[in-house]
């Protein structure tokens, strides 16, 4: 009875494979923009962390230091110091040390970066003018 239909099986076979392809072709991006923003968020909390231990270090030491790994606090990323100057080495973000109190988490491949308030220990969210992805990235972690 089938082997008058095997050239309708392989038209199935071949309807489900591209409907698969359609559904994934669908919500991948969506998928990824929610990926993206969870690490965003991610790395805030890393910088809120390094903002108390650079606190915590001021108040032993006297002053910050951008060695992050002087810092009590376990890093998940490689310290690398170059034309740039000392900064953790993340595999989507950087993180720097610019200057007194003031801590930059840059995105790799967005124009987007974060600033924390290292004395206060506060996020603020920036992207470049009219950057429709990193307004989103922002968006979606406030």
Not at 108 to 131: F, H, I, M, S
């Amino acid at each position: 009875m089938f082997h008058n239909q095997r050239g309708s099986i392989y038209r199935v076979i071949l309807a489900v494979i591209i409907a698969v392809a359609f559904c994934f072709a669908l919500l991948w991006p969506q998928y990824s923009k929610r990926h993206q923003g969870k690490r965003l968020s991610q790395m805030a909390d890393l910088g809120r962390a390094l903002a108390f231990a650079e606190e915590s270090y001021k108040q032993q030491y006297g002053h910050y230091t951008p060695l992050f790994k002087k810092l009590d606090l376990p890093l998940p990323c490689p310290m690398v110091t170059n034309g740039q100057g000392p900064h953790l080495d993340c595999p989507d973000y950087t993180f720097q040390l610019l200057e007194e109190g003031v801590l930059r988490i840059s995105h790799k491949q967005l124009p987007v970066w974060l600033e924390v308030d290292v004395p206060q220990g506060t996020v603020q969210c920036n992207y470049a003018d009219n950057d429709w992805a990193g307004q989103d990235l922002c968006a979606r972690m406030q």
